[in-house]
C-alpha cells in the first residue's frame, strides 16, 4: 500500500494549485480520504477529507468554498484543487487513507487515517 503526493510548489497570494496523490496497493473508492497539512510551527490539520461511499466531504478550517477535491478510480488518483490561496495555506500537506468506507466521526482526525503519503510543500508568497 502506498500513497504519493506531489504537485507542490510556489504560488502568489490569490492564486491556485492543484495536488495530486496516487494511490497503490488498494481501492481508494473503498476507502476514505483525506487531505491533511501541517504549518510551519502548527499540528497537523485536517484540510479536507471525502468519503465516496456516502459523497460526503467535511472542509476544515478555511477550506470550504475554496479547497476541492476529485477522485479519479480508473487512475487510482486524488486531487485537491486549491484556489484563491492565501499565505496562511502554506504548509506541508499530505494525503492519506482510511480503510473505513463508511462515514467517520470526525471524518478528519488523523488518526483515524491508515496510510499516509509523503508531504508536498505548498508556499504561498504575499
Known amino acids: 500500500v502506498q500513497l504519493q503526493a506531489y504537485g507542490g510548489g510556489l504560488v502568489m497570494d490569490g492564486g491556485s494549485l492543484r495536488l495530486s496523490c496516487a494511490a497503490s496497493?488498494?481501492?481508494?473508492?473503498?476507502?476514505?480520504i483525506g487531505w491533511f497539512r501541517r504549518a510551519p510551527g502548527k499540528e497537523r490539520e485536517g484540510v479536507l477529507c471525502f468519503t465516496p461511499s456516502v459523497d460526503s466531504t467535511y472542509f476544515g478550517g478555511s477550506a470550504k468554498g475554496r479547497f476541492t477535491i476529485s477522485i479519479d478510480n480508473a487512475k487510482n488518483m486524488v486531487y485537491l484543487q486549491m484556489n484563491r490561496l492565501i499565505p496562511e495555506d502554506t504548509a506541508l500537506y499530505y494525503c492519506?487513507?482510511?480503510?473505513?468506507?463508511?462515514?467517520?466521526?470526525?471524518?478528519?482526525?488523523?488518526?483515524?487515517?491508515?496510510?499516509w503519503g509523503q508531504g508536498t510543500l505548498v508556499t504561498v508568497s504575499s
Open positions: 496497493g488498494f481501492s481508494l473508492d473503498d476507502s476514505t
Open positions: 492519506a487513507a482510511s480503510k473505513r468506507a463508511g462515514w467517520m466521526t470526525p471524518p478528519c482526525m488523523d488518526s483515524s487515517y491508515d496510510y
